[in-house]
């Protein structure tokens, strides 16, 4: 397949950029911090959005979805990156989405995914229990009891995880946190009896939380895959998620290096404009020959990813690590190279690094996956 | 296409025939590139026997007209020539400045006449091209060249002297930037010679480079008398030439490096080995780590430019980076080449140590981010071209 965007996905791409600009640009997400938004997120704008085909995009027709792939979700997520749109696509339909249609039964798609593809119900991953992103550590335990499971544990970082409908918990049901074997996925419903939610407010100001599990009983039947078999359910969603969070890193880079540029086409110091000083152009030069690159890795994987390619987990993790990189240099230059006023809470720059780190840490930063492209490499 | 079925099906089997076995293994250096020329030498008899039989099918330029001692190959035929010669490993047959700068500007640029006097010696590897271009003077600043040419009755002056000329202790002809009119800008006035160098006047002396080799040389013109039909293009204007040709070497030079055999990281897994599946040494893994990511980016990249070319959306911003990110590139990939193969690479010469293959590899590609145009010099291209600052 050609490293290039078809007709169809160049429209998606421009129909996506014409509406974020207008119904979810950064002053949307300025207001939603300002006002303590209860939800986190426009319940009316996901509803357009929904209507739009964006929640299916990536699940298959069967289920409701438009089948339209990682390539058309990460599109999106590219323009959301741009604008810093806030939505639940991410949680529920780049990780609970993908979840249900790698590794739920015929019973679970048919169930689920058409609510999510109509954006009605919100799916969300609840994984992470350490500082740091490490599936394999998983330790949460689920104890067989007769039919069900009892769960109890805490975990953290889990997105949009106060308005989700469904939680799929990873737990422990056999060896120890470090193995990757022994890892087992559970569908919740957030609303079950021992559950608890508590929300964070993050520095990008989007929906994070913590689960708590206190003696929490889950049937058999809500297990997602095999019992112990998580891990490679697990792997492969977070494959999709990383190489679409590159996408929105992106995005984001390219909107913070594109409004870095007409900058320094602006601003007079010593009666010149600054983008005439060499010491500017050569590293904005520079970072437009990493740009070029990141665009290239975020569509070749995403593509990988369509295509049923067997070096997927390899581009996710070059691309994760490459947009990693890049995009925390660009933001950090943007605010350094817009001076005093890039340091303001008014100006909008500010929010394009904090969510660039969010964004870089979630399932991952970029020592976690130069480490994994290293060994997927062999060494 | 039955026809390109078909052509493949005749490549193959032509190729199969024809290539001599030992033209199918790696090169391994400079020694193993055949260039050709009046006093042509061969390493191997082989190789004077496949660049013949190549020649004979104008498949060492596959895509110039026939007339010219090309293939007349369109485009998805040479692509299927070329990548049945990969599969089968077949070396280059012919290579050269003749090939890759000069025989496209002059299909560009000559007249009728140039091209049927010089297009099929370049082609059968007749005669071996050199290019003048840098002075002591002149070198980023390129267009501020100022070796004289005085237009006489029927022949032009030529004065002064050229660095950095690429084999021209064995180049049978120059293709030479000379300035005909000094008082315009700089821009103007430039104008693009051919000229024989056995030429009286002519002289020249290899410069030592600290790769212990001598790839370049000093070129000096004294009186020297070139016939006015050997100017190429309008007289004062030789300077779109100059950039068009440039374009070209920069495509080239930001390919050195590619094409590897192995992927390094297994060079550094059989040097250095591994424990507990990972490269015993954790400092070395992590910028082997970077250099392989940046290598499979890279590559991706001037894969989409490709597509994007082909798919009609032209020659994108993106092939402004090549240059500078693929040769800087090569120069990180040497230097960890040393690092992985240790103190060792830095033997020098005799039969230990590789002969000094390693040293000298990493000491020539210091020159990557100089020739053709520094790095220096493609940022402030991307600077001021791409980014309008």
């Known amino acids: 397949m050609p490293l290039v965007l078809n007709e169809e996905q160049e429209m998606l791409k421009s129909s996506a950029a014409g509406f974020l600009a207008e119904k979810a640009p950064v002053s949307a997400l300025r207001k939603l911090r300002d006002d303590r938004d209860a939800a986190g997120f426009s319940r009316a704008l996901w509803e357009e959005m929904s209507e739009m085909g964006w929640a299916g995009i990536a699940i298959p027709e069967a289920y409701g979805g438009l089948e339209y792939g990682y390539v058309g979700l990460g599109l999106i997520l590219e323009e959301m990156g741009r604008q810093l749109s806030v939505s639940p696509l991410q949680s529920s339909v780049m990780v609970g989405a993908s979840l249900i249609n790698i590794g739920g039964s015929e019973a679970h798609k048919r169930t689920l995914l058409p609510a999510v593809a109509e954006g009605k119900l919100l799916i969300t991953l609840a994984l992470q229990e350490g500082l740091h992103h490490a599936p394999e550590k998983t330790a949460l335990k689920a104890i067989a009891s007769g039919d069900n499971f009892i769960l109890t544990g805490k975990k953290v970082l889990v997105m949009d995880a106060h308005v989700a409908d469904k939680i799929v918990v990873a737990a422990r049901t056999s060896g120890n946190a470090g193995d990757a074997e022994g890892i087992s996925l559970f569908l919740l419903d957030a609303k079950t009896e021992g559950l608890s939610r508590e929300r964070v407010i993050m520095v990008d100001s989007r929906n994070s939380g913590n689960v708590v599990l206190d003696n929490v009983s889950v049937s058999k039947a809500d297990l997602i895959g095999d019992l112990n078999g998580g891990m490679a359910i697990l792997e492969q969603v977070l494959d999709i998620a990383n190489a679409c969070l590159s996408a929105e890193l992106l995005g984001l880079s390219l909107q913070a290096y594109e409004a870095t540029i007409e900058y320094l086409k602006q601003r007079s110091q010593f009666g010149v404009l600054i983008g005439s000083f060499q010491a500017l152009q050569h590293r904005a030069a520079d970072m437009f020959a990493e740009l070029e690159l990141c665009k290239s890795m975020v569509l070749a994987s995403l593509q990988a990813i369509d295509n049923g390619e067997d070096n997927v987990s390899l581009m996710a993790a070059a691309t994760k690590a490459k947009l990693c990189e890049v995009a925390e240099r660009v933001t950090n230059e943007a605010v350094q190279m817009h001076g005093g006023i890039g340091m303001t809470d008014e100006f909008d720059m500010g929010f394009y690094m904090k969510r660039a780190r969010v964004a870089q840490q979630t399932f991952g930063g970029y020592s976690y996956q130069l480490d994994r492209f290293a060994s997927l490499n062999g060494f | ?389």
């Open chain 2, 1 to 389: 296409m039955p026809d390109l079925e078909q052509f493949r099906a005749d490549t193959r089997s032509w190729l199969e025939e024809n290539c001599p076995e030992t033209m199918r293994q790696p090169m391994m250096d400079e020694s193993d590139m055949v260039g050709g020329g009046r006093k042509p030498t061969f390493k191997h008899p082989d190789q004077k026997l496949w660049m013949e039989r190549m020649a004979a099918k104008g498949w060492t330029v596959p895509t110039w007209p026939k007339q010219y001692g090309g293939g007349g190959l369109d485009k998805h035929e040479a692509k299927i020539l070329r990548e049945e010669m990969s599969s089968l490993q077949c070396r280059a047959p012919l290579q050269g400045m003749g090939i890759s700068m000069l025989g496209p500007a002059l299909l560009e640029y000559g007249s009728e006449a140039q091209k049927l006097q010089h297009l099929p010696k370049i082609a059968n590897g007749d005669i071996w091209w050199c290019q003048g271009y840098s002075e002591p003077g002149a070198g980023s600043d390129l267009a501020s060249l100022q070796t004289k040419a005085e237009e006489k009755d029927d022949y032009f002056l030529v004065n002064g002297s050229k660095v950095w000329t690429s084999g021209a202790d064995k180049a049978d002809w120059i293709f030479c930037l000379v300035r005909t009119d000094n008082s315009g800008s700089k821009h103007h006035g430039i104008s693009f010679l051919l000229f024989d160098m056995t030429s009286p006047g002519v002289s020249v002396k290899p410069i030592l480079l600290i790769s212990g080799r001598s790839p370049f040389c000093e070129t000096f013109f004294d009186d020297v008398k070139v016939p006015k039909e050997n100017l190429m293009g309008e007289q004062d204007k030789g300077w779109s030439i100059a950039k068009y040709l440039l374009t070209h070497e920069r495509e080239m030079i930001s390919g050195f490096g590619r094409g590897a055999s192995k992927k390094f990281c297994e060079t550094a897994v059989e040097a250095i080995g591994l424990e507990h599946g990972r490269l015993a040494d954790p400092v070395l893994r992590n910028d082997i780590a970077k250099l392989e990511l940046n290598i499979l980016a890279f590559a991706k990249t001037m894969e989409r430019v490709g597509d994007e070319t082909k798919s009609g959306k032209g020659l994108g911003a993106a092939s402004s980076i090549f240059k500078y990110y693929g040769t800087e590139l090569n120069k990180t990939r040497c230097e960890l080449m040393i690092d992985v193969n240790g103190e060792q690479a830095m033997g020098w010469e005799g039969d230990n140590y590789a002969g000094g293959h390693f040293s000298r590899t990493w000491l020539r590609s210091k020159g990557n981010s100089i020739e053709g145009g520094t790095s220096e010099v493609q940022l402030n291209i991307i600077a001021k071209r791409v980014l309008g600052l």
